[in-house]
């Protein structure tokens, strides 16, 4: 089997990386002091095994309690925990095509097939989606919303519905959600205590910045965090600094939501010239575009030329994606060169 | 199942801390700078995905190469790693009795049931160690050396006929190696090549006094690394700051050997005084003693009483250390405090 394959990490600093859904703005200023104010000597002990104050400060900023909180080594850590605890090798998870490229993976390091649900022609979600994976008896089904990497954002009815036909557990991934436009309405937190089969990921890696930190944290009823947290997490899985940073960041979450609005305004901005120049796109909720080049253009050859001009992109050579691009959103000086980069090699 | 339990961790930071083996000293002033020098924008960013630069210093360190080291969330996600990548559940997991709690923890968890074999009575392997794993077709035997949680040292030839003898993989886990006398001579490392079924467990935890940190490794052939490496490993298991603090502390070994000789040498005087008071004990090669108190004396009540009095030792309630207690190897003042406190308890 083949290992996750992530977006390209060039050590070079002058290039512009669009390619892996990173914020361009750095973590606020209050992280950095609280990376200042760190001991060091106090490394020599263990860390708090579960991150209490982590916990409660999410658990504070959500209104839920610490124990609806698990806090784990970015989302990833999560979606592992969800397999070994609740699925057993051999049971099938319940993915959608196109999705997040972890999922698949996952689950065959942990011996589970996927049942694989194509999404329709506008990525939205089949209506016989929760049938189809009661009918496979599935016990865990993971919908990353919104979505990757097309950006479409399902409305909380659509999930709440998913999740009540569901017989088993419902993930939802929303890596993506702090860049979601808040006049969508989109929150699932207030159902959590509706729904006994409902979890949700947040990472800080994105909203944050703080994607080389490894924190994320689920939120869910009590009687699914309890076993992850007092059993199959690793004992000390996050470290003592990252949990401190963790807290600086949720508390000057102010500044964060700053850049949220700022790439907002770029997704909107870059979505509107990008159509300007014939390519084609749906509406995304999240901190890049799913774009599909106009009809002259090749998809795998732009993205060579752009990574030629020092712009890494993500280009998907799968099936249902092999003549798109996927572009993060940079800040706008970034932008703008990735537009006249795009310039010189449409037709004139 | 219970979880894994580890020694009380009080928040309380006037309390003598004997119970969960960490270094009584700080890490090198040279971590400090590193965490003082890291540049908190670089986290908007992924982090190096295999800490290539950490694993490059210790290969570096050991005369091996990169593709021989994995590193890993502390010694416990190796542990881990070892058992989800080439143990199928229901397979046994051979561990000895005693040994480190967590091995038959992480065992349930995975669904793997242990045959146990118990060390004899001077907590020595005993010989038919290796021909019982073969008989009971266990994949992965867990050895930790020196020992847990009594501290004897098992010399390389011993280990090496072990390794050499069992059909399946011997994980040995080295968390204490650096508290072993240089005149014992016990170095495994120039034998990983010979030995295709063996890898070495190593980790920072207290040996560079980091165990807020999180950080071990492996050491094994590349055929045994690889598949950790790239497949089952959480995709970005390692932050940056964890990774450019290893590389720190890595660089600055000679200031961590310093702790170790101070270590040894409270090791060998607590030793001593602990003799002197009629306390039972053997020589340890870790940074704990376990020792039985005098006759008069129960294990759990002077356990309690030493809380009482703000001094943590471990006292283990299971069948074969019912009366024993395991003491930390503290600071000289510790110790003296500790020793001081137990003068208390002893009949005049």
Known sequence: MAGYSSGEQPDAQDVIKLNTNENPYPAAPGVAEALAGFDVSSLRRYPPATALDFRNIIANTHGTVAEQIIATRGGDELLRLVITTFVEPGQPITITDPTYSLYPVLSQIHDCPNLIVPLLDDWSLPADFASKANAAQSPLTFLVNPGAPHGKLLPVSTVLEVAEELNGLLLVDEAYVDFVDPDKGYDLLPHINDYPNLILLRTLSKGYSLAGLRLGYGIAQQDLITPMLNKTRDSYNLDAITQKLGVAA?????????????????????????????????????????????????????????????????????????????????????NNQLLRQLDKQLPK
């Not at 509406?283 to 890494?312: E, M, R, W």
């Not at 998907?316 to 959103?329: E, V």
């Open 250 to 334: 949720i508390e000057h979450r102010d500044y964060a939501a700053e850049t949220w609005i700022k790439v907002r305004a770029e997704r909107k901005r870059l979505a509107l010239e990008l159509t300007a120049r014939n390519f084609e796109l749906i509406p995304s909720q999240t901190n890049f575009l799913l774009v599909t080049p106009p009809a002259d253009l090749a998809a795998a050859d732009l993205y060579q030329a752009l990574k030629q001009n020092g712009i890494l992109v993500r280009y998907f050579d799968l099936p249902r994606l092999t003549n798109k691009l996927r572009i993060s959103i940079g800040t706008p000086d970034e």
